[in-house]
């Protein structure tokens, strides 16, 4: 296993507002690596630059050996890096079945495309009774299942997630958390950005806590639920 993602002195400003300081991190084969923090602390900012939503000032993002910063959004997808954004951007005048062929798009590869729509399904049944659905009619969790299916749908070395727990019930928050595990499990490499620290922190491997576009803390999911200093500002004491 090596290293797959590598984040280093990562600089990112939105006009004279300094939104990312210097931050370095990596994310190995095989990990669940999760950045947590509160609102405005630079998780989605650190996914955007990663995905080539925002350009950076300085820095350097490399993915499987290959820089991103000098990498065209549409073509990172193309290298196997998929997101599922904040507030899920399903298609809601499509149905279910269209907004996966979404996620399709950029595969030529025809049988392993069929297959994988039966992992997905296998993997999200709800998905399958829904498929004729127009997803815009479909529930915030069903809606977030759907947007990750898409992304799944691109049959990525690595996923992206943006906030997959936002605005659902506590157990549909498990479900989503359970198909996370499910999904790295099955050999994709995830980075997961999470508001909600105390489930982020129980299914990753490895966490780095962002505090006003800075990293403050670092090291393995288990040990910073364990910190007093975590446990006071993000778990709730």
Do not use: W
């Not at 400003?13 to 990596?26: L, P, R, T, V």
């Not at 815009?136 to 969790?141: A, E, F, I, P, V």
């Amino acid at each position: 296993m090596g290293v797959m993602l590598s984040v280093k002195d990562l600089d990112v400003y939105y006009g004279s507002i300094h939104a990312i300081k210097n931050i370095s991190f990596e994310v190995q084969e095989g990990e669940i690596v999760t950045l947590i923090g509160a609102n405005g602390a630079g998780k989605t900012t650190t996914l955007h630059s990663i995905s080539g939503l925002v350009k950076p000032k300085s820095g350097e993002i490399t993915f499987c050996g290959q820089n991103l910063r000098t990498t065209e959004a549409h073509k990172i997808i193309k290298l196997g890096l998929a997101q599922v954004p904040e507030g899920r951007r399903i298609f809601a005048k499509m149905t279910v079945q269209e907004n996966l062929e979404m996620g399709a798009y950029i595969r030529n590869d025809g049988d392993k495309i069929a297959q994988d729509y039966t992992h997905v399904f296998e993997r999200l049944p709800r998905l399958k009774e829904r498929r004729k659905q127009l997803a815009g009619t479909l529930s915030g969790g069903e809606q977030q299942m759907l947007a990750s299916g898409r992304a799944l749908m691109c049959n990525p070395k690595m996923l992206l997630l943006d906030e997959p727990s936002m605005g659902l019930s506590p157990l549909l928050v498990g479900e989503i958390f359970n198909i996370i595990r499910d999904v790295n499990q099955s050999g994709v490499t995830v980075l997961l950005v999470e508001q909600n620290a105390k489930k982020a922190l129980e299914i990753a491997n490895r966490a780095y806590v962002l505090e006003t576009g800075s990293i403050a803390m670092e090291g393995d999911a288990d040990e910073l639920a364990n910190d007093e200093k975590v446990r006071k500002a993000y778990l709730g004491g």
